[in-house]
């Protein structure tokens, strides 16, 4: 079946850059969408088809996409930011959706 | 206000069975794809299930194939997922989900989750 790699973890200071990456042989092909979760909470999107931000999420939020890698980059991270953040997208056909393994982002 | 709320987990022992149901507010389900994701303790987010918006055609993934089944009430705004051969590795948070608002295929709209718990 198929699958999307994330790291498991990354951490930043406050006020620095966060970049987690996400790969699959599909990602050429079908968009990415990036979550946001915290502890005993649903998960929020905060990013989707690759690089749009929804409405209500703060602009130091982007994502970017390079072939088989699609990056989610929190710029000037915040405590708040600290969370669970995971990559979805779908397999080639677009039939089947995946879910990356999920980064843990440690604000120091 | 738009909202998912799902029911029906609890305590079942191994080659159980369970029906979750997910009931709509605030939306008609009708004409959305609605899915399941599960989430075990600790663990992250797996895609379960799919369901088309008039009900004929349902994907899985492999870990509950033949398994577990989908299914919609559009006139109850309720979806559901009947679970059998319960297998521990099964122990998650059950989700449904879907996108509802203009983004693309984003799970937008999540509910509370419900708890299933596979032991004997």
């Known amino acids: 079946s198929y699958e999307v790699t994330q790291p498991p973890s990354v951490s930043v200071s406050p006020g620095q850059t966060a970049r987690i990456t996400c790969s699959g042989d599909a990602l050429p092909k079908q968009y990415a969408y990036w979550y946001q979760q915290k502890p005993g909470q649903a998960p929020v999107v905060v990013i989707y088809?690759?690089?749009e931000r929804p409405s209500g999420i703060p602009e130091r939020f982007s994502g970017s996409s390079s072939g088989t890698t699609v990056t989610l980059t929190i710029s000037g991270v915040q405590a708040e930011d600290e969370a669970d953040y995971y990559c979805q997208s779908a397999d080639s056909s677009g039939t089947y959706r995946v879910f990356g393994g999920g980064t843990k982002l440690t604000v120091l | 206000e738009v909202q998912l709320v799902e029911s029906g987990g609890g305590l079942v022992q191994p080659g159980g069975s369970l029906r979750l149901s997910c009931a709509a507010s605030?939306?008609?389900?009708?004409?959305?794809?609605m899915h399941w994701v599960r989430q075990a303790p600790g663990k992250g987010l797996v895609w379960v299930s799919r369901i088309n918006s008039d009900g004929s055609n349902t994907n899985y993934a492999d870990s509950v194939k033949g398994r577990f089944t989908i299914s919609r009430d559009n006139a109850k705004n309720t979806l559901y997922l009947q679970m059998n051969s319960l297998r521990v590795e099964d122990t998650a948070v059950y989700y449904c989900?879907?996108?509802?608002?203009?983004?693309?295929?984003?799970?937008?709209?999540w509910g509370l989750g419900t708890m299933v718990t596979v032991s004997s």
């Open positions: 989900s879907t996108y509802y608002g203009d983004y693309g295929d984003a799970f937008d709209i």
């Open positions: 088809k690759d690089s």
């Open positions: 605030g939306f008609t389900i009708s004409t959305y794809w």
